[in-house]
């Protein structure tokens, strides 16, 4: 929330390169960095943004689900204020059992 998806990259490449990460995989590219961001607004719309988090609950599973279909089976995730908010209504949605269906995340930590 209240981050332009520039800015949000901007800070993962800073995190990426004072990590180091790229140093420590060799050539090997085990770790493919990613920004799932959604446009909500600014300070005023906050509780109207809060409210839509489901939805994006739903669009972050998709995500996944299809990251896991080209065979991406291990996700860390970094979130932060209203993303924490999404991502948890994400966890669960995709750690609830549907019949038929295998639980996305199947492991966590």
């Not at 719309?45 to 089976?73: H, P, W």
């Not at 999404?86 to 492991?107: C, I, N, S, Y």
């Amino acid at each position: 929330f209240n981050c332009a998806m520039h800015h949000a990259m901007l800070r993962l490449g800073q995190m990426w390169a004072l990590g180091n990460l790229n140093g420590k995989l060799g050539s090997s590219p085990s770790l493919i960095p990613m920004v799932f961001s959604w446009a909500t607004g600014r300070e005023l719309t906050y509780f109207m943004a809060r409210e839509g988090c489901s939805k994006f609950a739903v669009d972050l599973v998709q995500l996944c689900e299809d990251l896991a279909d080209v065979g991406i089976n291990t996700i860390h995730f970094l979130v932060h204020s209203l993303g924490a908010e999404v991502f948890m209504q994400a966890f669960d949605l995709a750690t609830t059992p549907v019949e038929g269906k295998t639980p996305l995340f199947r492991q966590h930590r």
